[in-house]
Each structure stands twice: as structure tokens, then as C-alpha cells.
């Protein structure tokens, strides 16, 4: 079993809709968990980060965590084309490191 | 804003060369990350520093050595570059700090080097 498991996607959704994005995880320790946005040839950057149980919101966007069923999602609401992109969840292994998922790749259509 | 530069966007080299990579953050974070980046592997840690000169293998450090002489920069180098280590290359830094009571380890990625090795 991978520490972190994403659906790799393609998930594509129309302009405006509302894109969700999934992750779990296996290590129940796990304090931390973080959400990267990937272009295409270009390095993560960070969307935002969650810590404790429930939604953390920041614009369009909406971090969700569920320690006791060990998944974290991601919503993007209103979404637009631009966000098309691949998204990495990552999730604190300890000391300092995270432990990366694969990425969906998000298809937001016109 | 947190800054990380990497040395080289592109890069190509000849099997069995040696090859250095650097990196270079201006947020006097602790913590330096290396990882590679490949189609449906995703990213995996090759070495992390957590202080100068102290570093700690990550998940595939073979064929990998690292260099932290200088809080800011951190040097991945490839004793003897091969084939199979033609990949993206991304460098990363962190604070370590707490936040109610759980650490503070946001990473920050520099733009990466895509090496090529023929």
C-alpha cells in the first residue's frame, strides 16, 4: 500500500463546476497535509495547508480533513480553466519530511 | 516571499560524468530537501539536510551524494551520472518551527533542473 494515494486522473470538469480532488493515507500519525499545485514542466507550488479535522478555506478553494478515515481532499470552487493543472497532496511523515502522492491531473474545460 | 534557485533549468551530460547540482534559498531555513521527479512515480526524497553539514538519506540515495557546507545552499552531485538518472531534479526548503504543537514543515520548491544524461 502507498503512504498516499491519489486518483492520477485525468479528472475534468466544465468552467464553473466544482472540482474535487481526494487523497488517503495509510500512517495514522500523520500531523500534517498539504496541497501543491504542478504545471506542466514547471515545480509545485504550495495551495494550502491543513492540520486539524474539518474544512480550512482560502478563496476558491476548500481543504478538507478526516483523520479517522484518513483522507484529506481538496475542492476548488468556480473552477477555471487556468486551474488546470496537476495536483499533489502531501502528508507529513515526520522530522520535518512529507511524503508525496502521484497527483491527479484537473481538466477544467471552457 | 521564500526564494529557491537552482543552478541550471536544462542540463545534458555524458554517461559516467560527474555532475553537480546546486541549490540556493534566501529564507534562512534549516531544512534542504533534494527530490526527482518522474512520470507516475511522483516525487521521491534523495537526501534531505536539516542543518550544515548534517544530512540524512531519503527514499533512493544510491548514486547520490550531497553537500551542505553553508546554511543556504545545498549541492546534489552524481558521482557518475547514468542513463537511468535522467529526470527532473526539484530542490526544496523548510523552517523548522512549531505550531500548536505540530511542526511547521511547508516546503518550497525552487523551479527545478531537468537533466538529461546520454
Known amino acids: 500500500q502507498k503512504e498516499v494515494e491519489q486518483n492520477s486522473g485525468p479528472l475534468s470538469v466544465p468552467e464553473g463546476a466544482i472540482a474535487s480532488l481526494n487523497c488517503t493515507y495509510s500512517?495514522?500519525?500523520?500531523?500534517?497535509f498539504f496541497w501543491y499545485r504542478q504545471y506542466s514542466g514547471k515545480s509545485p507550488e504550495l495551495i494550502m495547508f491543513?492540520?486539524?479535522?474539518g474544512d480550512k478555506e482560502d478563496g476558491r478553494f476548500t481543504a478538507q480533513l478526516n483523520k479517522a478515515s484518513q483522507y484529506v481532499s481538496l475542492l476548488i470552487r468556480d473552477s477555471q480553466p487556468s486551474d488546470s493543472a496537476t495536483y499533489l497532496c502531501?502528508?507529513?511523515?515526520?522530522?520535518?519530511?512529507?511524503?508525496f502522492g502521484t497527483g491527479t491531473r484537473l481538466l477544467v474545460s471552457p | 516571499d521564500v526564494k529557491v534557485t537552482q543552478s541550471s533549468r536544462y542540463l545534458v551530460k555524458r554517461t559516467g560524468e560527474k555532475v553537480f547540482l546546486e541549490c540556493v534559498q534566501d529564507m534562512d531555513h534549516e531544512n534542504m530537501f533534494w527530490y526527482r521527479q518522474d512520470p507516475g512515480l511522483g516525487l521521491r526524497l534523495i537526501y534531505f539536510s536539516y542543518d550544515v553539514k548534517m544530512k540524512e538519506k531519503g527514499d533512493i540515495p544510491e548514486g547520490y551524494s550531497v553537500s551542505r557546507e553553508k546554511k543556504e545552499r545545498f549541492s546534489l552531485i552524481l558521482e557518475s551520472a547514468s542513463t537511468n538518472q535522467t529526470s527532473m531534479y526539484l530542490c526544496?526548503?523548510?523552517?523548522?518551527?512549531?505550531?500548536?504543537?505540530?511542526?511547521?514543515?511547508?516546503?518550497?520548491f525552487g523551479p527545478g533542473t531537468r537533466l538529461t544524461v546520454l
Open positions: 526544496a526548503s523548510s523552517h523548522r518551527g512549531r505550531l500548536a504543537g505540530l511542526y511547521t514543515d511547508t516546503q518550497y
Open positions: 500512517d495514522r500519525g500523520s500531523q500534517s
Open positions: 491543513i492540520y486539524s479535522n
Open positions: 502531501a502528508v507529513n511523515r515526520g522530522f520535518q519530511k512529507l511524503v
